[in-house]
């Protein structure tokens, strides 16, 4: 009990610190699911093509091998940024193969009748998607992007090896200082489950809200 | 009739893999005039009605409307499909948006006109069709009939130089489909170009200018309901007639 308070703007730091890598790499995560998802219905046949290299890719590579990839190919590249950017970035982008999934699966339970009246009425694709189609498909996306999210937000502990602060690193100048490993371990599952569970919450509200349309 | 061609097609091919859908198509719909395409069921009649504004791509052969080619997927085709209305057998209100907005929302979105004005067109649009009560309503809040005439009224509403109806009354139940035809029947006085692909041979006898009778992708016959109607000059006309006037 006493590691909590003796060190809680320790903990307090680590649990910002993932905090941070989550919101800002669910950004990230969000808007190029939603493109690279688009991507792979466009009409256009390079879009598609690109949308599926880019899921095809990301998703299978393991996360830690992406992040050495990011750490350490991108300077090679002249790229250099601080590790906390290059771990958002590969947080980010690895994810977003995971939203883009979800969104095309959401967008196939949209009868394709809707798609045809809304082209047949003369609007374009960007149009198509984003007015008539996107609308209805987000309804069944929303349950899974908050798994695709809290998954992401537990996976934000590969970035404690590569020097980011976060809420798992916190065991390592905890453990030097003598603290007992289960008590370190247990508030830093609670911190975890914190930031889990707020994004359960939210995407509930999220769900409920939009579950009425229709 | 002005005899001024609006949609020609010329040599029109459509393979479903092996099955070959449309077989040589040339038609010709002039400015004002009303095309029923009847035909049994796989003859190609839907697919001659999707390709013309081209939810159905063709392999070859020619689609002109007013005069202009076909174009390609992008914004072009945008344009052009905005001013050919298409009416479909399952209705495809967006379910997400009310009555009005359905109807508001191309004018204000592919037009760019302005709400107030938009929603004032919409509401007489649905004056016309008998259902400005619903006018907030939810699709799935209406009958199949009355969708249908909310589809109608949505494609009416970028005042298209044309319409083209996929079997708009084989979702309906037998007593929705008269509000629905009655409608269409309407818009036939008022001299809109209209291409209807139907089974119902009491609305080809009465508003139709031409029949035209389609089997395996072919078209054989092309004539005023009179003639076809009276005398098909076909076997594969006199059989399918037979098959459905008797009942």
Redo the contacts between chains.
Sequence with gaps: MNVLLDNLSLYAEGLLGTVELTVYASLLALALGFLMAAFRVA??RSLRAFGTAWVTVLRNTPLTLLFFAVVLGLPRFGLVLPFKLFAILALGCYTSAFICEAVRSGINTV?T??G?????????FP?TLG??VL??AFRSVIPPIGSTLIALAKNSAIAGAFSVVELLGVYKPLNELGYSIIWTFFWIAVGYLIVTLSISAIFNVLEKHYGV?? | MAGEALIELRGVNKHYGKLHVLQDIDLTVDRGEVVVVIGPSGSGKSTLCRAI?R?ETIESGTIELDGRPLPE?G?AL?????????V?Q???????RTVLDNIM??PV??RKKRKDEAARRARELLDRVGLVSQADK?P?QLSGGQQQRV?IA??LA?DPKALLFDEPTSALDPEMINEVLEVMRQLAREGMTMVVVTHEMGFARSAANRVVFMADGRIVEDRTPEEFFTAPRSERAKDFLSKILKH
């Design positions: 009409p256009v009868p009748g809707q045809e009246a809304a082209r047949s009425l003369g609007m374009t149009q007015i008539v609308p209805q349309a229709r | 504004n939810l997927e914004r945008a344009q052009l499909r905005a001013e050919v209305g298409m479909f399952s209705f495809n209100l967006f379910a997400h929302l191309a979105k592919v939810y799935a589809a949505r494609a970028m």
